[in-house]
């Protein structure tokens, strides 16, 4: 069955603080793997994407990780502000669909407190 | 910023009443999606559409249901709200590249409570 599965669910930081998400899938096969930012109430915005060739991909302060073999993923947010307060949410894309399935992880609930 | 809007934000309705959720964008985008989110949960692919007059059943069963009429715009109609349809619904909209890694982008959603 294809899943994606995100730890921790919840993780709270001080601000300044560096902090580490990790998402593992079991989805086959794979196409591609995005880390999307979602603020209450809000959508999702994309961070970042990553190909079955690339291991790691910048966004200012997020880096993304990528093991196409072990099918783990990890995001790094560096010097975290308050405004990272957010929900990241995986989500993984299956290959030779047309409609790129996407499978979305429940994402990790991060509260920055200064 | 994305240029995908939903209307109403946040809805408040009594079970039977029949409602739609709009969801129009302005970056041509030939592809458009329905997501249905419950608090905490993964965001289930309701319904989409490829273009105009195009329209599919995700993977999570609904009994909304959607047009496509025009390129920009995707509403979302439910005939006979009840308390189980009670979420937030999410629209998305993406470039028709042809490839996997086209992005989605989200319009903020919508909190539908029906009492």
């Known amino acids: 069955k294809n899943q994606v599965e995100q730890s921790p669910q919840s993780l709270i930081i001080l601000e300044g603080k560096n902090c580490t998400l990790q998402c593992n899938y079991t989805v086959s096969p794979f196409s591609n793997l995005r880390w999307y930012k979602q603020d209450t109430g809000r959508g999702p915005v994309s961070l970042t994407i990553?190909?079955?060739?690339?291991n790691t991909k910048s966004n200012g302060r997020y880096t993304a990780t990528l093991d196409a073999d072990t099918k783990q993923s990890s995001l790094h947010i560096t010097a975290s502000q308050l405004s990272d307060s957010a929900s990241y949410i995986c989500v993984v894309s299956d290959r030779g669909s047309t409609l790129g399935r996407l499978y979305f992880g429940r994402g990790t609930q991060l509260t920055v407190w200064p | 910023e994305a240029d995908i809007y939903q209307t109403p934000r946040y809805l408040v309705i009594g079970t039977g009443k029949k409602i739609t959720l709009e969801c129009s964008q302005t970056m041509g985008h030939d592809k458009m999606y329905w997501y249905q989110q419950d608090p905490g949960m993964e965001l289930h692919l309701i319904h989409y559409?490829?273009?105009?007059?195009?329209?599919e059943k995700g993977d999570l069963s609904s009994e909304s249901t959607v047009s496509r009429i025009r390129t920009e715009h995707f509403p979302l109609t439910l005939e006979s709200a009840r308390p189980s349809h009670t979420s937030q619904y999410l629209c998305?909209?993406?470039?028709?590249?042809?490839?996997?890694?086209?992005?989605?982008?989200f319009g903020p959603g919508t909190r539908l409570t029906v009492l």
């Open positions: 998305a909209s993406s470039e028709s590249r042809g490839t996997d890694t086209d992005t989605q982008y």
């Open positions: 990553m190909t079955f060739s690339e």
């Open positions: 559409s490829y273009g105009v007059n195009s329209t």
